[in-house]
């Protein structure tokens, strides 16, 4: 009757009675197995430490140690905790059998055995052997999936929590903080170059330290020179540079160089490289959006000025205007005066007289009427300066209320003129 198995399986046979292991020797020859012996317990630890065997059949009672001592002691072992045991005995009543499964015994054989009973009893040994084995295998296997997916999780958290508090940032340098607040719970220490120019006004290629579009950081507070150098030289097309322990993300207008990659953890190193891209790219989400609200607040504040200019010019054009009306009413009124005197000297006809004052008088009249406009110049002056004020004012509560949620100082208000001032 041969067991088939990929390897022979070795068994250890520790029993001070000659004809027993004979009897077992005889009953296992034929099995395939590879077999070794010890006189007594002591002999029998010093075998199994030697080289540990796939099953121990262990006799009760020896001189020296008793086999239920000797099999307390196999299992407190690293080395033969979980090898099976068969412990062999004269004695077979329950009492007996607890004490052997209480130290750690697997199958219990009473003296004299049935060679076909023992080999029955190894065979159901060597598949539960086995089969725990595969268990135990599948069972790390598992934990080790389940540690992986609880690690892989608690990293993605680390990443949405940066996601989340990427909002509440208003400029570079509080993002940097925020991404190595990041990147310090994977014991990562980095160093970050982000481009603030805007849009197509940045030229990552120019020097943009003098025209102050590139920011420098790092997760301790310094940067080295060459650090620097290996950021601004990167090609941007490569989305990681590796070099030992040293990797360079690129994502536009941002590049992280990450100092000390854990070569040690490949599972780990695969994670980091996975979870970084995920924070990169909400970074640079965001930096594009402060991009466009920087460039939106200028504009704003662009406008106000604009607003502010224009309406001191229309105050001053309206106050002109009427300025000038009332001069050439004056002016006017003197010409009549002096008409009135000249043709006196004249010595005209008084019909003649008469006609020409007639039509002096209507032309002036016609004149005075078409220059003095100042109703329909008021109108239209205060109604555009009023639509002005609206605008100005909508306008400085956008930036306001922006400034305000951004907890940053306010916009410089341009000096305008007084909304109170008459014009008229």
């Not at 993605?156 to 509080?174: C, D, G, K, P």
């Not at 940097?176 to 990147?183: E, I, P, V």
């Not at 993300?249 to 190193?269: A, C, Q, S």
């Not at 402060?290 to 607040?297: G, N, S, V």
Request: with cysteine.
């Amino acid at each position: 009757m041969q067991i088939k198995t990929t390897k022979p399986v070795d068994i250890l046979i520790i029993d001070d009675d000659n004809f027993a292991q004979k009897m077992i020797q005889r009953a296992l020859t034929e099995g395939g197995f590879e077999l070794r012996a010890a006189m007594d317990g002591e002999s029998g630890l010093e075998e199994a430490r030697k080289q540990t065997p796939d099953i121990i059949i262990l006799d009760v009672e020896m001189p020296g140690l008793s086999g239920y001592e000797v099999c307390n002691i196999l299992r407190q072992e690293a080395a033969t905790a979980d090898v099976p045991v068969i412990f062999l005995s004269s004695h077979t009543s329950l009492r007996e059998r607890m004490q052997g499964y209480e130290v750690g015994a697997d199958d219990y054989l009473v003296k004299p055995f049935d060679a076909e009973h023992l080999l029955a009893k190894i065979k159901v040994l060597i598949k539960y052997q086995q089969e725990r084995k595969e268990l135990k295998a599948q069972y790390e296997l598992a934990q080790k999936t389940a540690m992986t997916a609880m690690t892989g999780t608690s990293e993605l958290a680390v990443a949405m929590h940066f996601i989340e508090r990427t909002y509440s940032y208003n400029n570079f340098e509080a993002l940097a903080n925020g991404l190595f607040q990041a990147t310090d719970q994977f014991q990562l220490s980095c160093c970050l170059m982000v481009c603030s120019g805007v849009f197509d006004d940045c030229d990552t290629d120019s020097d943009c330290d003098a025209c102050g579009k590139r920011f420098w950081f790092a997760s301790d507070g310094s940067i080295k020179p060459l650090e620097q150098e290996l950021l601004e030289m990167t090609d941007e097309d490569k989305r990681f540079l590796d070099f030992g322990l040293r990797t360079i993300v690129n994502y536009p207008g941002i590049k992280l160089l990450v100092r000390n990659m854990p070569l040690d953890n490949m599972e780990f190193y695969g994670r980091i490289k996975d979870i970084l891209p995920v924070l990169l790219s909400a970074m640079e989400t965001k930096i594009n959006s402060l991009k466009t609200e920087q460039a939106l607040r200028e504009q704003s504040n662009e406008l106000l000025e604009s607003f502010g200019h224009i309406r001191t010019n229309l105050y001053h054009l309206a106050k002109r205007l009427v300025t000038n009306q009332e001069s050439s009413a004056i002016v006017m009124q003197k010409m009549t005066h002096d008409l009135n005197d000249d043709l006196l000297g004249m010595g005209l006809e008084e019909d003649q007289e008469e006609f020409l004052l007639h039509r002096i008088d209507t032309a002036i009249e016609d004149a005075a009427s078409r220059i003095d406009a100042s109703s329909i110049i008021a109108h239209s002056f205060t109604t555009l300066l009023e639509e002005l004020k609206k605008i100005a004012a909508k306008q400085e509560a956008l930036i306001e209320n922006y400034n305000t949620s951004h907890a940053s100082a306010p916009a410089e208000q341009v000096e305008e003129v007084d909304d109170n001032i008459e014009l008229f």
